[in-house]
């Protein structure tokens, strides 16, 4: 099959159930395209400083909520039961309270790899920049 035909028969609905141990339960997750991972790491960058001085920061944490907050399908982190819950302003900063640290790292690491990034870390760093 050539390149042309595989673009026009490929499906974009790609998910995935990833395990959460502690929950003993699984999150249902989509991958995601291009310009919503680039929309997300737009969200997460921030300017300081004005002119000259004026600087970009890259905020790895709040682009790590919005992440798995785009790309669970379920649970739902805009539920307004869980943000009263985790007393959470809005999904990102939800996935960020209810979840420990290694789950969110395994759900972003699995959200790259869906989404066509072989290696999560590597690639992740590559994301960023």
Known sequence: ???LDALLGAELKIEKDV???????????????GE??????????????K???????FNDNEFNGALIATACIS????NAKLLEKYGAADAGECVQKALLAGEIMSLQE???RLSGFDDG?????????
Do not use: C, W
């Not at 919503?36 to 400083?49: A, D, F, I």
């Not at 649970?75 to 805009?78: A, E």
């Not at 870390?121 to 920049?129: F, T």
């Open 1 to 3: 099959m050539d390149a």
């Open 75 to 78: 649970p739902d982190f805009s």
């Open 110 to 112: 699995e959200v790259l």
């Open 51 to 57: 002119g000259a001085n004026r600087k970009s920061q």
């Open 36 to 49: 919503t991972l680039n929309k997300l790491r737009e969200q997460s960058t921030h300017y300081v400083g």
């Open 121 to 129: 870390e590597e690639q992740y760093e590559e994301i960023k920049n």
């Open 19 to 33: 395990p959460i141990k502690r929950l003993n339960t699984h999150f249902r997750i989509k991958a995601i395209d």
